[in-house]
């Protein structure tokens, strides 16, 4: 007899809907009109149509303790998910959203499955009426537990503060929006602790959060952060137990880049923009730029070539001439440790002059950053494609992997491409040279390409019209390797 249960599913609706009420009507409208998503809003636009299952709704001393959480698909596949609702406390941390936050986090690393966390909130809140008692597990603690296992995205879609922001450093990749900040403690904390006058923005915001690294990429608003989500996430396997998945992109076969003789300037000192050289390369001429506002004289991108997922590292000769400085370094060390987890080939496209020299280069580190990258490509254990375009001197020929006895799966250079300490005109300088020694390194460095190529320096000069081709080629001859059980992968040693 249904009656039996009216009561009680009566109950149960009324205490979903009073979760699902969220902060309530007089918080979500202004939300509303000013075009921002609500926490549930965000995850259903985030997930596919109707994929979503919630966990712990009916937690917590507040509707669903102030975090949305559970589980669900992106483009078919499953995830774990937690959004922090502004609109209930401020999004704050009580002790029943702390087991949510590590309860799916067991779930992504029990079911091998991605984590997303979208921050909003304002940290730890003082204990309230109703809080389940007791102490719980550490979600910090099971976050970090999943590095380098299973996918971990965070967005930052408002303020968020304290315990739920170091959140964003700890995962693979980050992205916020231009009014969200993020910080360890927020304005009014920071003027009763240190006397400090200043705004969420000046704290936390995008112009302090990507300049620092705290966070990788900037998207305009709600929709837009969730797409890019989305769309890195589609590069990756669900986790380091899985391969990336094949892509037909409609341009996966071999081609040669007449337009490249165009992009890359045959003189060595000009400038171009490695993004343009990267689109002619990639598969329908699209790729994803992680941290494109910080460390910029580094590309590092996700793209696909004949439909595999690849991490490039390239050189941006439009910025201090390519020169890797302390931020590029940081940059790419972290890229390349991600690619080599989750099994996605590397790509490095070289042209620079070297680490970047100078005072301020060394009081900021550029010899630890630049042995963290070193440490971090050198230990890598995915397939490596070295390509040098037109120069690589000195320690940034190491940190871009040119060294072909590194592990590295093919390794190639452009006629012409110069190498070696430093360049000819600097070594001249360097040794007081005359003008027929100055003519002489000139000549050397011109013709070190082939001295390269002739030690086997290089496995062979291209021309640069070949560069997808001999690329894919470099995915081919490595097919069987990558096509072996995937695993975790181990890494030994002391980062720098």
Same mark, same amino acid.
């Given at each position: 007899m249904t009656g039996d249960w009216d009561a009680t599913l009566d109950d149960l609706a009324q205490r979903r809907a009073t979760a699902h009420a969220m902060g309530g009507a007089d918080k979500l409208a202004p939300r509303r009109e000013a075009g921002r998503l609500d926490a549930r809003s965000r995850i259903g636009a985030l997930l596919d149509d109707g994929s979503f299952t919630e966990i712990g709704a009916l937690a917590g001393a507040a509707p669903a303790d102030a975090l949305v959480a559970g589980v669900g698909r992106i483009d078919g596949r499953p995830v774990a998910v937690g959004a922090e609702d502004f609109t209930t406390l401020g999004g704050s941390i009580g002790p029943a959203a702390s087991r949510k936050r590590w309860r799916i986090a067991d779930i992504a690393r029990r079911e091998r499955i991605p984590l997303v966390m979208l921050l909003e909130g304002a940290g730890h809140r003082p204990p309230m009426p109703g @809080?389940?008692?007791? $102490?719980?597990?550490? @979600?910090?603690?099971?976050?970090?537990?999943?590095?380098?296992?299973?996918?971990?995205?965070?967005? *930052?879609?408002?303020?968020?503060?304290?315990?739920?922001?170091? &959140?964003?450093?700890?995962?693979?990749f980050s992205v916020m929006t231009p009014d969200a900040a993020i910080f360890t403690a927020g304005p009014p904390v920071v003027k009763a602790a240190l006397g400090e006058e200043v705004t969420k923005a000046?704290?936390?915001?995008?112009? *302090?959060?990507?300049?620092? $690294?705290?966070?990788?990429? *900037?998207a305009a608003d709600?929709?837009?952060?969730?797409? @890019?989500?989305? &769309?890195?996430?589609? !590069?990756? $396997?669900?986790?380091?137990?899985?391969?990336?998945?094949?892509?037909? &992109?409609?341009?996966?076969?071999p081609r040669r880049l007449d337009d490249l003789l165009d992009i890359v300037p045959r003189d060595g000192n000009a400038a171009y923009d490695m993004r343009?050289?990267?689109?002619?390369?990639?598969?329908?001429?699209? !790729? !994803?730029? *992680?941290q494109p506002d910080f460390g910029s004289s580094i590309v590092c991108a996700l793209a696909r070539i004949g439909g595999e997922s690849i991490g490039i590292i390239a050189n941006q000769p439009s910025v201090i001439a390519g020169s890797i400085d302390v931020d590029a370094a940081d940059k790419a060390a972290h890229f390349i440790q991600v690619c080599d987890s989750f099994h996605l080939?590397?790509?490095?496209?070289? @042209?620079?002059?070297?680490?970047?020299?100078?005072?301020?280069?060394?009081?900021?580190?550029?010899?630890?950053?630049?042995?963290?990258?070193?440490?971090?490509q050198t230990r890598a254990q995915t397939?490596?494609?070295h390509v040098t375009l037109r120069k690589a001197y000195g320690f940034g020929s190491s940190v871009m992997a040119m060294n072909p006895y590194d592990e590295q799966t093919l390794s190639f250079g452009f006629p012409g491409a110069t190498l070696g300490a430093m360049g000819a005109s600097g070594a001249g300088n360097a040794?007081?040279?005359? %003008?027929? &020694?100055?003519? %002489?390194?000139?000549?050397?460095?011109? %013709?070190?390409?082939?001295?390269?190529?002739n030690g086997l320096s290089f496995d062979d000069l291209i021309d640069p019209r070949d560069l997808r081709n001999v690329v894919i080629e470099g995915l081919a001859v490595s097919a069987q390797r990558r096509s072996g059980e995937a695993t975790p992968v181990a890494r030994t040693g002391i980062t720098p």
């Open positions: @809080d389940p008692g007791g $102490g719980g597990p550490g @979600d910090l603690g099971a976050q970090g537990s999943l590095s380098g296992l299973v996918p971990m995205v965070c967005g *930052v879609m408002g303020s968020s503060a304290g315990h739920g922001a170091i &959140t964003a450093p700890l995962c693979d000046e704290l936390g915001g995008p112009g *302090v959060a990507i300049a620092s $690294g705290v966070v990788h990429n *900037v709600d929709i837009a952060l969730l797409a @890019d989500i989305r &769309t890195y996430l589609s !590069f990756f $396997g669900s986790s380091a137990w899985e391969r990336p998945p094949s892509v037909d &992109t409609g341009d996966t076969g343009l050289a990267i689109s002619a390369l990639v598969d329908g001429g699209g !790729f !994803f730029q *992680v080939p590397l790509v490095f496209l070289a @042209d620079n002059p070297g680490v970047l020299a100078g005072q301020a280069s060394e009081r900021a580190g550029i010899l630890r950053a630049g042995a963290r990258m070193f440490a971090a397939v490596k494609v040794v007081g040279a005359d %003008e027929a &020694t100055q003519a %002489e390194l000139h000549q050397a460095e011109n %013709e070190s390409s082939y001295r390269s190529a």
